[in-house]
């Protein structure tokens, strides 16, 4: 849990924010969250080019290289021994209405938060229930991680309210998404499986991580696809990943459980490894 919290806007300490501003009336911009050890932002370099397609996506002018330069001068103030650095872009001032302005300046907000666990550590199974609310299908903003989180919201108060730890998020069709902060995978008959993310979701930076570099470092082969709540049921391990747990093994889903968590214990210590 976040303990203390210092707040920057386009490099400058505030505990205010300009309005109008159009991240605050309309979701107008993109975010990432990245986990911090000692100073240094983890895997920065995979949150920027997420952040990258973000801004292109939504056709906000690039100011790829001031987040960077901001998030570096930012982390090297920061002594907390972990820490949740959030940074915000938004499309900054306009005009009032829907369309965006032709001369807008975005805006870049980055907070920190103080950690209070050893991230080097792997957090105990979870127990998730299944969201109520269901994510809307938008080909065109799928993958990137915007400012418009009201689903999330919604499926965090449920979480919330049943006392769990996660919950599994479906899309319209029924077919597994992802968790509200993460991203899902399944182990079955030897193959890792995940969630493809074309109409809805986020391309996690850990989920790449697995992905790309972690699942091959213990022998396993990573197939995206459609994935139903049968595949869940024959899943012979679960687990989700997102920037502040890394991976995290699955313990219950409703009423079914797993005991078995070798994969995401194997892929949590290439984490560690990599921390070294």
């Avoid at 969250?33 to 952040?51: K, N, S, W, Y």
């Avoid at 091959?216 to 082969?221: E, H, K, R, S, V």
């Avoid at 696809?225 to 687990?239: K, P």
Wanted: aromatic share 6%; glycine share 6%; hydrophobic share 45%.
């Amino acid at each position: 849990m976040s303990q203390r919290s210092e707040i920057w806007l386009d490099g400058t300490p505030t505990i205010t924010l300009p309005l109008p501003d159009r991240g605050f009336d309309y979701g107008d911009g993109v975010f990432e969250t990245i986990l911090m050890h000692q100073g240094a932002p983890l895997f920065a370099d995979l949150h920027l080019e997420r952040l990258s397609l973000g801004l292109q996506a939504l056709a906000i002018p690039d100011c790829i290289a001031a987040a960077r330069e901001q998030l570096d001068s930012v982390a090297s103030i920061t002594r907390w021994r972990w820490a949740v650095l959030r940074l915000s872009v938004s499309r900054g001032s306009g005009q009032r209405g829907y369309t965006p302005s032709d001369n807008a300046v975005p805006r870049i907000l980055i907070s920190v938060s103080q950690l209070d666990r050893d991230c080097r550590q792997m957090m105990t199974a979870a127990t998730l229930c299944f969201a109520n609310i269901r994510l809307a299908t938008q080909p065109f903003l799928a993958g990137i991680k915007h400012l418009n989180r009201l689903e999330q919201v919604l499926a965090s108060a449920q979480v919330k309210a049943e006392g769990v730890d996660e919950a599994i998020v479906l899309d319209q069709s029924g077919h597994l998404v992802s968790v509200v902060a993460g991203n899902l995978f399944l182990v079955h008959q030897g193959k890792l499986l995940t969630p493809k993310l074309d109409n809805c979701g986020v391309l996690g930076t850990r989920r790449r991580l697995v992905i790309e570099r972690w699942a091959a470092a213990i022998g396993l082969t990573v197939r995206e696809s459609t994935l139903t709540l049968s595949d869940l049921q024959a899943a012979e391990e679960v687990f989700y990943s997102n920037s502040l747990q890394t991976v995290r093994p699955i313990a219950r889903i409703g009423q079914q459980s797993w005991n078995a968590h070798g994969v995401c214990e194997a892929i949590f210590r290439c984490y560690q490894e990599e921390l070294i």
